[in-house]
């Protein structure tokens, strides 16, 4: 059973950085796309960037030129580095993920990024 694993969360102050990573549990999971989702307290749930098989990137307006979505396909993993990040930014993020020759689209559990001004 393919599961999203996603860790890097944390409290951060205004201005600073964290990274978060997604991996697939299970060395026969190869993710193919994949993208950042977040959501805040409230709030529905956004698309925050998203990279695709082969590397294209797109990002959500709010976090242009501050995120950058990365994915390294040795170890199967996908990145969310946030920079600058705001206290706008609080919110739960999921990576959510296509497998290579399983249908559908899984999500991971979520991890909680909290910043403080």
């Known amino acids: 059973q393919v599961q999203l694993v996603e860790s890097g969360g944390g409290l951060v102050q205004a201005g600073g950085s964290l990274i978060l990573s997604c991996t697939a549990s299970?060395?026969?999971?190869?993710?193919?796309?994949a993208a950042w989702h977040r959501q805040a307290p409230g709030k529905q749930r956004e698309a925050v960037a998203a990279?695709?098989?082969?590397?294209?990137?797109n990002y959500a307006v709010s976090v242009k030129g501050r995120f950058t979505i990365s994915r390294d396909g040795a170890k199967n993993t996908v990145y969310l580095q946030m920079n600058s990040l705001k206290p706008d930014d609080t919110a739960v993020y999921y990576c959510?993920?296509?497998?290579?020759?399983?249908?559908?689209?899984?999500w991971g559990q979520g991890t909680q990024v909290a910043v403080s001004s």
């Open positions: 959510n993920a296509d497998i290579v020759a399983k249908p559908g689209s899984y």
């Open positions: 299970g060395s026969t999971f190869r993710i193919n796309a």
């Open positions: 990279i695709s098989r082969g590397g294209t990137t």
